[in-house]
């Protein structure tokens, strides 16, 4: 490797891409392809073996990022097509950012796939058990993950909290026992996860502005 060659920023470069830090890591290439080009004006040959070089290092990241290694040979092969019809600085600039561009999209797909797997588990974990007592903690194991990065991703997927979506899972179970009068609001408000009967009420109350009671005596079967 040329000792002039910043290898520290081809490492952060590699960092961003697997984190899928897009606007990151095109400030660190962006650097990079303009040394790359400054260092080595005038001679073709050296200016594309670094790009190449940078090219293969991009798809290593992205791979390990999660991206699918089948596209990502197809997206190299083309764009090696194209490489060698390229001469000026600019183009090769542009060709480099282009093919960069294709790669993150590769590992922002592979990223949400991944991401609503992770939700999904969560889902599931508290559909199976919303009577039960349920805490993030123990939803974030379900799932895989620590509490902070499913908080994370389920505002980031779907918009509302962990704790809003249990809530809409128990008072959507409340309001199907509550359309007959063979449970009392207490044995509801336990059989959906509440132990207290008061704090059910009020949280019915605030998603459905009605009490439970309201609700059965406007829905009996």
Not at 89 to 96: P, R, S, T
Not at 125 to 149: D, E, G, P, Q
Request: aromatic letters at 8%; a positive charge.
């Amino acid at each position: 490797m040329n000792p002039l060659y910043p290898m520290n920023k081809e490492k952060e470069l590699v960092a961003r891409i697997k984190l899928g830090d897009k606007i990151g890591a095109k400030t660190i290439l962006n650097k990079l392809v303009g040394e790359i080009l400054f260092k080595n004006s005038g001679n073709e040959n050296v200016r594309k073996a670094r790009i190449l070089e940078l090219i293969v290092v991009i798809s290593r990241a992205a791979v390990e990022a999660g991206a699918n290694m089948e596209k990502l040979l197809g997206l190299n092969y083309k764009y090696l097509e194209d490489l060698s019809e390229i001469n000026e600085d600019e183009a090769l600039y542009k060709w480099m950012i282009k093919a960069f561009s294709s790669f993150m999209e590769e590992v922002s797909r592979s990223s949400n796939k991944k991401n609503m797997a992770i939700v999904e588990r969560a889902m599931k974990c508290m559909r199976t058990n919303y009577n039960k007592s349920l805490t993030l903690s123990k939803i974030a194991k379900a799932a895989y993950v620590n509490t902070y990065y499913l908080s994370h991703l389920f505002k980031k997927e779907l918009g509302m909290t962990v704790v809003d979506y249990l809530t809409k899972v128990r008072i959507e179970e409340a309001k199907r026992l509550l359309q007959n009068d063979k449970m009392s609001i207490i044995e509801i408000a336990l059989e959906v996860g509440y132990e207290d009967q008061s704090y059910f009420s009020k949280v019915f109350k605030r998603n459905e502005h009605m009490t439970p009671m309201v609700y059965r005596k406007r829905n009996l079967m």
